[in-house]
């Protein structure tokens, strides 16, 4: 079936260091891949996107990797910071032309100072 | 640039009753969906609408439907409400009117069924 799951379900990590959180999925077709950052009382924020003919995408302080042999998504946040907290999701689009977005279970990132 | 809209932000309901929850997209944005969040479940599909047609359905039962109106905006409804429909209601709303393009998300309406 189709799923995206997360390998750690909470993480935390010291103010300014880098942060991996890590997804997998089971849908090898799908082919358009978020992350998105959740703040307690706040609906999910883009952050980064990916589409499979892609290994890697660069933002502002975030990188996102693909790795469609395993079936992998990661996102690093580079020197992480107190702002960084909260919930991350990474989604993947399973159907060829609606937002049918299926959803990991999240890792909550706490940043210690 | 307006975000996206979601009214009420809070509602109590009693089991039974039924709800309408309203959602306004981004200007310009065509295609809306509807998620349902729980801490059990996370974050679960629940249809999309584009130009006023349902385009696309998750697993939830009938009792949960909604519309879409020539303006964008949506509203989506649960009809006898149960309990295990307490949960954050997110509408997200897209620019293009095909996929894989990053969809913005609403505060969402908290639903608590007692």
């Known amino acids: 079936g189709e799923s995206v799951g997360l390998h750690l379900p909470t993480l935390s990590v010291q103010e300014g260091d880098n942060s991996i959180i890590n997804c997998a999925y089971s849908?090898?077709?799908?082919?358009?891949f978020i992350w998105y950052k959740q703040e307690s009382g706040k609906g999910p924020q883009f952050i980064i996107d990916i589409r499979s003919n892609m290994d890697k995408r660069q933002g502002q302080r975030v990188t996102v990797l693909l790795n469609k042999t395993v079936k992998h998504l990661s996102l690093q946040i580079a020197a992480t910071q107190p702002g960084d907290s909260a919930v991350y999701f990474c989604?993947?689009?399973?159907?060829?032309?609606?937002?049918?977005?299926?959803f990991g279970p999240g890792t909550r990132l706490s940043v210690l100072p | 640039k307006a975000g996206v809209t979601q009214t009420p932000r809070y509602l109590i309901k009693t089991r039974g009753q039924q709800v309408t929850l309203s959602c306004s997209p981004i200007?310009?944005?065509?295609?809306v969906s509807w998620y349902q969040q729980t801490p059990g479940q996370g974050l679960q599909f629940l249809f999309e609408?584009?130009?006023?047609?349902?385009?696309n359905k998750g697993n939830f039962p009938g009792r949960f439907s909604g519309r879409q109106f020539s303006n964008s905006r949506s509203e989506m409804n649960v009809s006898t409400l149960e309990l295990g429909d307490s949960a954050l209601y997110l509408c997200?709303?897209?620019?293009?009117?095909?996929?894989?393009?990053?969809?913005?998300f609403g505060q969402g309406t908290r639903l608590t069924v007692v």
């Open positions: 200007s310009g944005h065509r295609s």
């Open positions: 849908n090898s077709a799908s082919d358009y």
């Open positions: 989604a993947e689009i399973v159907d060829n032309y609606g937002q049918n977005f299926v």
């Open positions: 609408y584009f130009s006023e047609t349902q385009r």
């Open positions: 997200a709303s897209s620019q293009r009117d095909e996929g894989r393009t990053e969809a913005f």
